[in-house]
């Protein structure tokens, strides 16, 4: 997925695929769930590497201060949907 650096700072939602671990009981191979969680996320994009982009879900008006980051591996992310 090609996320081009003139998007930083807007606000996107992401969904994105997470790891699910169903406790330790001991279940039958057949009965294993292989599903995974999906979620979204809003935020302003504030960075992209190669292996991972950087939402903050607040930023201060100067747009140089935040208070909640959240870092999503690109290999799970599913979609982004530009909010601007």
């Given amino acids: 997925m090609r996320i081009p ?3 930083l700072m807007s606000p996107v939602e992401v969904t994105w695929l997470d790891h699910v671990g169903h ?3 001991w279940v039958s191979l057949k009965d294993v769930d292989h599903g995974m969680a999906t979620f ?3 935020g302003y ?3 992209i590497s190669r292996k991972s982009i950087t939402i903050a ?3 201060e008006p100067e ?3 935040t208070g909640d980051t959240t ?3 690109r290999s799970c992310l599913t979609d982004i ?3 601007t």
């Fill in 5 to 7: 650096k003139s998007r």
């Fill in 23 to 25: 406790g330790p009981a």
């Fill in 40 to 42: 979204k996320s809003v």
């Fill in 45 to 47: 994009l504030i960075d």
């Fill in 57 to 59: 879900s607040t930023l």
């Fill in 63 to 65: 747009g140089d201060t």
């Fill in 71 to 73: 870092v999503l591996v």
């Fill in 81 to 83: 949907r530009y909010l």
